[in-house]
């Protein structure tokens, strides 16, 4: 029988703590349709995407180390756990006070820029389907931070400095 390393290990609680993250942020922005019905396709369109990326995770066979897995670099497992926490409290808030639809996108950009920040991998330059799911996440995360920008500009909210 083959022993699993402690590096397969740590890999998967990774892997499983960003499909996690994905989850808690698809079900923050789920609340803010609740809250904010008139502009419930924006914040749907965010949390379906958000629930994509956990898909993607959860479909990816990233805890190979061998071939081209072996180039991956996963981030650091402490900035996927300081970044879940933050869903945590956000989620704590919303069940505490009540939210303007400007303090909404206030947390969605932090959210969107903290997640951005937390999910560091480094990917070897490859056309493999999971390497390539894994750029998709990073992008799409950083398009979600340029479309919170636009939304709020819409909003005739004005983006801080």
Do not use: N
């Not at 989850?23 to 994509?52: C, G």
């Not at 300081?82 to 206030?106: G, M, P, V, W, Y």
């Amino acid at each position: 029988m083959e022993q699993i390393s402690p590096e397969f290990v740590a890999r998967q609680k990774i892997l499983l703590d960003c499909v996690d993250l994905e989850i808690a942020v698809s079900l923050i922005y789920r609340e803010f349709t609740r809250l904010f019905p008139a502009d419930s396709d924006f914040w749907m369109q965010l949390s379906l995407e958000e629930e994509d990326h956990a898909r993607m995770y959860l479909a990816a066979d990233l805890l190979q180390v061998t071939g081209e897995y072996a180039g991956i670099r996963f981030p650091p497992a402490a900035y996927v756990t300081k970044t879940l926490a933050f869903t945590e409290q956000i989620k704590d808030q919303l069940r505490k006070r009540s939210f303007s639809l400007h303090d909404a996108l206030d947390i969605a950009l932090k959210l969107e820029k903290t997640v951005a920040e937390s999910m560091v991998f480094e990917l070897p330059e490859s056309g493999d389907p999971v390497i390539s799911s894994l750029r998709k996440i990073i992008s799409d995360t950083e398009a979600h931070i340029d479309r919170i920008e636009q939304f709020k500009i819409e909003k005739g909210y004005s983006l801080p400095g």
